[in-house]
C-alpha cells in the first residue's frame, strides 16, 4: 500500500505521508523539526530567588483560593 504524497506548505516539496510521521500533515519532516532553540539549562537558585519565587507561589495560592472558596452574596 503506497502512502499518500502531500506537498510541503512550507518549501513546497513533495513528501510522503507515513503513520507516525512527527509533526505537522501538511509539512515535509524537514520543515517539521522544531525549532533550535537556546539550550535552557537549570541551574540551582540562589536563596533571594528561592524566596522570591516562594513568596510568588504563596501569592499565587492565596488568590487561587479567594477566588475558589470566597462566598459571592
Do not use: H, W
Not at 25 to 33: G, L, Q, V
Not at 47 to 63: C, G, L, Y
Request: glycine share 2%; hydrophobic share 30%; aromatic share 6%.
Amino acid at each position: 500500500m503506497a502512502f499518500p504524497i502531500k506537498t510541503c506548505v512550507v518549501c513546497s516539496e513533495e513528501f510522503e505521508l507515513r503513520p507516525g510521521k512527527p509533526g505537522f500533515a501538511n509539512r515535509c519532516p524537514s520543515c517539521s523539526e522544531p525549532e533550535s532553540e537556546e539550550p535552557t539549562e537549570k541551574r540551582p537558585l540562589d536563596p533571594v530567588e528561592r524566596k522570591a519565587q516562594a513568596e510568588v507561589d504563596a501569592a499565587r495560592r492565596r488568590a487561587m483560593r479567594e477566588l475558589l472558596y470566597s462566598k459571592e452574596r
